[in-house]
C-alpha cells in the first residue's frame, strides 16, 4: 500500500482498512470482517462501512471531500467501538472533520490486527434471559422401588436466522445450565439434593478464534464450570464451544459428573449439545440417571415438590430441575444483531 507520511492516501489504501477481503481488504487486519456480517467466527452484524471507489483521493495534503471526511471518520469511531467492545488497547487518534487536512492515522494495520485476534472477548455482558416455555421440573416422584430410573429434560435455543446465531457467539453470548432439587420425603432424596448441589453453573460459549474468550473478566473455554466443587467429574469438553459442534452431526457430551458418595457412585447428571444442520438451532439434552439397587431397605425413588415453570434466570421450585437461561451480548458498544433468541424446554 502506499499509506505513508508525504504520500497522496489512495483509494485502495481506505479500502484496505476497511474491507472487507476480497474487496480490497487485507486479510486479518480490516474492519468489516469483524464489525460487520464477515463469516464463520468473524463478523458482529453492524452497518459495514463502505469502501471508496478507486481513483478517489482520500489522503492529506488537499483538503478532503465531505465523502472522504466521513469516511475516515467512520473508520475511527467504528474502530474505536470494537476496542472497546474487545476490551483491547488502541493507539489515541481523533477522527477528521470536513475541511480539514487528514493525515496519516498512526499504527492503523496494528490495532486493526489487535482487535480481529482480540474479536471474542467482550468487555461487558447483557442481561441474561430465561424466555422459555413449557416446564423445566419434574414434578412428582421418579422411580420406584428398587429399579433404576433416568429424567430427561431438553431445551432448544433458537435463532431466527444463522447469521443472528453467528453474531450472538461472536460477540460474547454466552449460554448457561443449572441443575436443583431440594425436594423432601424420600431416602434417596436428601443424597440427590447434596449432589446436585455440587455441579454449579455449565456455560456454553462460541469458543471464538479455537480459543478461550475474555468476557465481562472471566475466561469462557468453550465449555465452562462455574461455582461447582465435589463429586466425580467424568467429562467436562473444556475446548467445545458452538464453533465445536458441527452442524447436523450426533450430539456431543459436554458435561457428565458422577456422584463421589458412597455407596450412590453410580449415580450421574449428563448435559449432550448438539447443532442442527441449518445452524439456528442449539438442543441441550440432560440426563438425571439412578441405577438399580440391591441393598436391603433401599430404595430408589426421589419426590417431586414445586416446579419451576415460567421465565425465570433462577431456580425457585424444590422439583427436580435443569434450567437453561441465555446471556446476550453488550450493547454498550454494539447494536443488537442478534435477535430475542427463544428457549423451548420439556421434561421427560
Not at 467492545?85 to 487536512?101: E, K, W
Not at 496519516?104 to 485476534?117: E, S
Not at 457428565?256 to 447428571?269: A, Q
Request: glycine share 14%; charged share 5%.
Amino acid at each position: 500500500m502506499t499509506y505513508s507520511s508525504g504520500q497522496l492516501i489512495q483509494a485502495t489504501d481506505f479500502n484496505g482498512f476497511v474491507g472487507p477481503t476480497g474487496s480490497g481488504g487485507t486479510a486479518g487486519a480490516n474492519l468489516n470482517d469483524i464489525w460487520a456480517t464477515g463469516s464463520g467466527d468473524k463478523g458482529w452484524g453492524q452497518t459495514a462501512l463502505a469502501t471508496v471507489s478507486a481513483g478517489s483521493v482520500v489522503a492529506a495534503g488537499v483538503t478532503s471531500p465531505i465523502a472522504s471526511a466521513t469516511s475516515w471518520a467512520g473508520l475511527v469511531t467504528d474502530l474505536s467501538l470494537a476496542g472497546q467492545q474487545t476490551n483491547t488497547s488502541l493507539t489515541a487518534r481523533t477522527a477528521p472533520t470536513i475541511g480539514q487536512t487528514i493525515g496519516i492515522l498512526a499504527a492503523l494495520n496494528t490495532d486493526l490486527t489487535n482487535v480481529t485476534n482480540n474479536r471474542g472477548n467482550a468487555a461487558a455482558v447483557g442481561t441474561e434471559y430465561g424466555t422459555f416455555s413449557g416446564t423445566t421440573s419434574k414434578a412428582g416422584a421418579s422411580g420406584s422401588g428398587q429399579a433404576a430410573w433416568t429424567i430427561t429434560f431438553t431445551h432448544v435455543i433458537n435463532f431466527s436466522t444463522a447469521a443472528q446465531a453467528r453474531y450472538f457467539w461472536n460477540a460474547g453470548g454466552r449460554v448457561r445450565l443449572q441443575y436443583g432439587k431440594s425436594s423432601t420425603g424420600t431416602d434417596i432424596d436428601a443424597d440427590w439434593n447434596t449432589f446436585v448441589g455440587y455441579c454449579g453453573s455449565i456455560y456454553l460459549s462460541g469458543r471464538v478464534a479455537g480459543a478461550a474468550q475474555q468476557i465481562a473478566g472471566t475466561s469462557y473455554t468453550g465449555t465452562t464450570r462455574i461455582g461447582g466443587t465435589g463429586g466425580t467429574q467424568n467429562t467436562l469438553a473444556t475446548t467445545t464451544g458452538w464453533y465445536s459442534l458441527t452442524p447436523g452431526a450426533a450430539a456431543t457430551n459436554i458435561f457428565t459428573l458422577y456422584n463421589s458418595n458412597s455407596p450412590y457412585t453410580g449415580e450421574y447428571i449428563q448435559t449432550t449439545a448438539a447443532v442442527d444442520s441449518g445452524s439456528v438451532n442449539l438442543t441441550l439434552v440432560t440426563t438425571w440417571y439412578q441405577p438399580a439397587v440391591s441393598a436391603a431397605g433401599t430404595t430408589c425413588n426421589i419426590s417431586g415438590g414445586t416446579v419451576t415453570n415460567s421465565p425465570s434466570t433462577t431456580i425457585t421450585g424444590s422439583a427436580p430441575t435443569t434450567l437453561v437461561t441465555y446471556i446476550p451480548p453488550s450493547t454498550s458498544y454494539l447494536s443488537n444483531s442478534w435477535g430475542t433468541p427463544s428457549i423451548t424446554a420439556s421434561v421427560a
